[in-house]
T-cell receptor, first 114, second 115 residues
Framework: AQSVAQPEDQVNVAEGNPLTVKCTYS??????LFWYVQYPNRGLQFLLK??????LVKGSYGFEAEFNKSQTSFHLKKPSALVSDSALYFCAVRVSGGYQKVTFGIGTKLQVIP | EAGVAQSPRYKIIEKRQSVAFWCNPI?????LYWYQQILGQGPKLLIQ????????DSQLPKDRFSAERLKGVDSTLKIQPAKLEDSAVYLC?????????????FGPGTRLTVL
């Protein structure tokens, strides 16, 4: 069975500081990894994905994530946080190939403090 | 392009009543998903359609939940009868068949409250 762990319920960071939201995964086979963001009363929005190739992937709104196979991690990062980045962030994983189910983590609330 | 549409946005019912949700995916997207998101948790896949066929419904409580996607376009999810623990946000998402490794596009969700 595949799973995703987001060990922090909430991350607080000052505006302008770098931010990291952690994610580790467990899957049998090659993983496809995703980050989504959810603003209040809205559906999830795609940020970025890792399928294959470069371990550092860049996505929307200045976010990036680094795939680390040995540590089975896919942490989300941004060099300089904005107040508008405050939201709920979900990491997700699926196995490569075919029509495979995506498993989401429980989410991490990011609070950027002005 | 238009996004994923869902209705209603909010629904309040009493336990043992029935309820139905509707989803219209992005035009041309062959894959459609229904998720249940309970407060404080991540989305949990209930059912996944490829065109009008079911690919995965392993986590769908089939004694009370049903879903269909006639003609491979829009879809309905039904709960009959509802229980208190069904209170959640029901999210519909779609993705393109041609880019099967692609991200999913989510609708705004339907918030269900069962009293």
């Amino acid at each position: 069975a595949q799973s995703v762990a987001q060990p922090e319920d909430q991350v607080n960071v000052a505006e302008g500081n770098p931010l990291t939201v952690k994610c580790t995964y467990s899957v049998s086979g090659n993983p496809y990894l995703f980050w989504y963001v959810q603003y209040p009363n809205r559906g999830l929005q795609f940020l970025l994905k890792y399928i294959t190739g470069d371990n550092l992937v860049k996505g929307s709104y200045g976010f990036e994530a680094e795939f680390n196979k040995s540590q089975t991690s896919f942490h989300l990062k941004k060099p300089s946080a904005l107040v508008s980045d405050s939201a709920l962030y979900f990491c997700a994983v699926r196995v490569s190939g075919g029509y495979q189910k995506v498993t989401f983590g429980i989410g991490t609330k990011l609070q950027v403090i002005p | 392009e238009a996004g994923v549409a869902q209705s209603p946005r909010y629904k309040i019912i009493e336990k043992r009543q029935s309820v139905a949700f509707w989803c219209n995916p992005i035009s041309g997207h062959a894959t459609l998903y229904w998720y249940q998101q309970i407060l404080g948790q991540g989305p949990k896949l209930l059912i996944q359609f490829q065109n009008n066929g079911v690919v995965d419904d392993s986590q769908l409580p089939k004694d009370r939940f049903s879903a269909e996607r006639l003609k491979g376009v829009d879809s309905t999810l039904k709960i009959q009868p509802a229980k208190l623990e069904d209170s959640a946000v029901y999210l519909c998402a779609s993705s393109s068949l041609r880019r099967s490794r692609n991200e999913q596009f989510f609708g705004p969700g339907t918030r269900l409250t069962v009293l």
